[in-house]
């Protein structure tokens, strides 16, 4: 793995996030607005045509009204009835001149309506028009007595609902309806995201912090809930016994360890033996060790360590082995959250297991680099060795528990829980650990650790 980071989380990276929150929100909205739309067309169609005739007729009785009004009065009454519609009605009747000049009705499809069933209800020789003579208004062109006249009226009594009065419902309605998908997005959501941080909880080894509702009103949400918990305390009483276990059998094995040890340095008087079967206890002194190692609880205390501190702690007892040589390029004021006692073992385990598997076969030195660098909030920490590496199929069970890599990297014996305890203590610091194939042979450990805020 580079120091920037696996393929993985690169194409992770690459992808737009997308939570289930805002795909439940898009997919609800996306189908709210359809059915406004839907809505609005359906009300438009269902309104044309009522709305068409209704208009037709009010102004058909207004022109009638006013055309039996002055056929009914004489010459004197007849100017006194026109000033009288003008004033009080706001109605205006004026000649119709043979030079007038006029702008048919309005073209769209509600306007053309209009003046069709004006003219069926006058008569073939009824105009309407937008303005005459440049004079803007409601203009109807009737006739009485063979004499032409127009009426003029005020249009907005008859005007349909404005585009305005339309967008502010549908704005309006938009705005509801996607308030409504973000309430019921997050209600849907809740409980899938406290399952989430639950989940992650368990993985992180805090069952304590992982417990869900069983009160929920929601009858498939309460059992799922309620299933998850009994799930984590027997995880959790899983993970007591292991641990239990582990240590107790460790513990009561170190006590006839130590006296063989002691019986060996008394009885045997063979120095060679004495020295094989002392080298074998420490051997199995240290497998324990492992398995108290690996047995260890998951939660760690997270404080700001110096992590060229710790290397410098971890590197002394190495300043006098001929059979390694260590390279470090790590600035001083690099600091990282993590625990120093845990990081310390995490970096003694990967020297260890470097000095065993990554020997030159030419001149028997573990040529061992370690690069740490700073990116963002992560410190990114690059440990390689210059053996013969492993094979890509071996690279993802490396850090299995028990197991041993074969071929070059099996020279020593061990209980195979090196690097799986690593990915164990790595992983609970809240950072990550991959093995990687170096280009130019031997293994490479890649470490990504949250970097230490700046104080």
Same mark, same amino acid.
């Given at each position: 793995?580079?120091?920037?980071?696996?393929?993985?989380?690169?194409?992770?990276?690459?992808?737009?996030?997308?939570?289930?929150? /805002?795909?439940?929100?898009?997919?609800?909205?996306?189908?709210?607005?359809?059915?406004?739309?839907?809505?609005?067309?359906?009300?438009?169609?269902?309104?044309?045509?009522?709305?068409?005739?209704?208009?037709?007729?009010?102004?058909?009785?207004?022109?009638?009204?006013?055309?039996?009004?002055?056929?009914?009065?004489?010459?004197?009454?007849?100017?006194?009835?026109? !000033?009288?519609?003008?004033?009080?009605?706001? @109605?205006?009747? @004026?000649?119709?001149?043979?030079?007038?000049?006029?702008?048919?009705?309005?073209?769209? *499809?509600?306007?053309?309506?209009?003046?069709?069933?004006?003219?069926? !209800?006058?008569?073939?020789?009824?105009?309407?028009?937008?303005?005459?003579? !440049?004079?803007?208004?409601?203009?109807?062109?009737?006739?009485?007595?063979?004499?032409?006249?127009?009426?003029?009226?005020?249009?907005?009594?008859?005007?349909?609902?404005?585009?305005?009065? /339309?967008?502010? /419902?549908?704005?309006?309605?938009?705005?509801?309806?996607?308030?409504?998908?973000?309430?019921?997005?997050?209600? &849907?959501?809740?409980?899938?995201?406290?399952?989430?941080?639950?989940?992650?909880?368990?993985?992180?080894?805090?069952?304590?912090?992982?417990?869900?509702?069983?009160?929920?009103?929601?009858?498939?949400?309460?059992? @799922?809930?309620?299933?998850?918990?009994?799930?984590?305390?027997?995880?959790? !009483?899983?993970?007591?016994?292991?641990? &239990?276990?582990?240590?107790?059998?460790?513990?009561?094995?170190?006590?006839?360890?130590?006296?063989?040890?002691?019986?060996?340095?008394?009885? %045997?008087?063979? @120095?060679?033996?004495?020295?094989?079967? $002392?080298?074998?206890?420490?051997?199995?002194?240290?497998?324990?060790?492992?398995?108290?190692?690996? *047995?260890?609880?998951?939660?760690?205390?997270?404080?700001?360590? $110096?992590?060229?501190? %710790?290397f410098d702690t971890c590197l002394y007892s190495t300043r006098h082995r001929t059979d390694m040589r260590i390279n470090l390029d790590m600035p001083d004021d690099l600091d990282v959250l993590a625990d120093a006692v845990e990081l310390g073992r995490v970096v003694t385990n990967l020297l260890e297991n470097a000095a065993r598997y990554g020997k030159s076969a030419s001149t028997g030195v573990a040529l061992v680099d370690i690069v740490a660098k700073a990116r963002d909030q992560w410190v990114l920490l690059r440990l390689r060795d210059h053996g013969n590496g492993v094979s890509e199929e071996q690279l993802t069970t490396l850090t299995t528990p028990f197991y041993r890599g074969e071929g070059a990297r099996t020279?020593?014996?061990?209980?195979?829980?090196?690097?799986?305890?690593?990915?164990?203590?790595?992983?609970?610091?809240?950072?990550?650990?991959?093995?990687?194939?170096?280009?130019?042979?031997?293994?490479?450990?890649?470490?990504?650790?949250?970097?230490?805020?700046?104080?």
């Open positions: 793995m580079p120091l920037e980071g696996s393929p993985a989380e690169r194409r992770t990276r690459s992808r737009v996030p997308l939570s289930l929150f /805002w795909r439940t929100f898009f997919l609800l909205a996306l189908l709210l607005i359809g059915s406004i739309l839907a809505w609005l067309q359906t009300l438009r169609a269902l309104e044309f045509e009522p709305r068409a005739i209704q208009t037709a007729q009010q102004i058909a009785s207004l022109v009638n009204l006013s055309r039996a009004a002055l056929i009914h009065s004489d010459a004197i009454n007849r100017v006194s009835l026109i !000033k009288t519609m003008k004033e009080q009605e706001g @109605v205006r009747i @004026v000649p119709r001149e043979p030079g007038d000049i006029f702008e048919p009705f309005d073209t769209d *499809a509600l306007g053309q309506r209009i003046a069709r069933e004006l003219q069926s !209800k006058l008569g073939p020789g009824t105009v309407v028009a937008n303005s005459v003579n !440049k004079e803007e208004g409601l203009w109807v062109g009737f006739t009485i007595d063979e004499d032409h006249y127009w009426m003029l009226t005020d249009r907005a009594r008859f005007n349909r609902t404005t585009g305005r009065t /339309w967008l502010i /419902w549908l704005l309006t309605a938009g705005a509801l309806s996607l308030a409504g998908a973000a309430l019921i997005a997050r209600l &849907i959501n809740r409980p899938l995201k406290q399952l989430s941080f639950a989940a992650s909880r368990v993985r992180e080894g805090d069952f304590e912090a992982s417990s869900l509702d069983e009160g929920v009103a929601t009858s498939e949400i309460r059992a @799922v809930n309620i299933g998850f918990n009994r799930m984590t305390q027997m995880l959790a !009483k899983i993970e007591q016994d292991r641990a &239990i276990m582990l240590a107790g059998i460790s513990h009561d094995l170190r006590t006839p360890l130590a006296r063989l040890r002691l019986e060996t340095e008394l009885s %045997v008087v063979d @120095v060679e033996a004495q020295a094989n079967m $002392s080298a074998d206890i420490a051997q199995l002194d240290a497998i324990i060790g492992k398995f108290l190692d690996y *047995a260890r609880p998951g939660n760690v205390n997270l404080t700001p360590v $110096s992590l060229r501190g %710790v020279a020593a014996n061990g209980a195979g829980l090196g690097l799986a305890i690593v990915e164990k203590t790595i992983t609970r610091m809240g950072g990550t650990f991959i093995l990687t194939n170096a280009a130019s042979g031997g293994l490479a450990a890649n470490i990504k650790l949250q970097r230490a805020p700046k104080t």
